[in-house]
């Protein structure tokens, strides 16, 4: 199993991005898809998630700005990132939760860079 990112890429701010996760291999069903993003110096964070069937879950300083979605016949995973702050610029790892009693993510995506930039 592997997870495929695109959508990344340098943007003004109160500019627009959206994120795509693609589920590629053989996978017989999972719990939930998000991402996290990761600032240079700092840690890894948890931005937002949605279970397979069910609501988004956000993180304070994105809700409202962005929104999570799932297709579950593309096996793909969105985030619609508004509003793009300087503070949103980091490398966003999309990943996948294979059960909910899992307490790290099963699987993780490459990466893709965000800058939010005049």
């Known amino acids: 199993v592997q997870l495929v990112e695109s959508g990344g890429g340098l943007v003004q701010p109160g500019g627009s991005l959206r994120l795509a996760c693609t589920v590629s291999?053989?996978?017989?069903?999972?719990?939930?898809m998000g991402w996290y993003r990761q600032a240079l110096g700092k840690q890894r964070d948890l931005v937002a998630w949605?279970?397979?069937?069910?609501?988004?879950n956000y993180t304070d300083s994105v809700r409202g700005r962005f929104t999570i979605s799932i297709d579950l016949s593309k096996d793909t995973a969105y985030l619609q990132m508004d509003s793009l702050k300087p503070e949103d610029t980091a490398v966003y790892y999309c990943?996948?939760?294979?059960?909910?009693?899992?307490?790290?993510?099963?699987?993780w995506g490459q990466g893709t860079q965000v800058t939010v930039s005049s």
């Open positions: 990943f996948l939760n294979l059960h909910v009693s899992s307490t790290t993510p099963d699987f």
């Open positions: 291999g053989n996978l017989f069903g999972f719990y939930a």
């Open positions: 949605i279970p397979s069937i069910g609501d988004g």
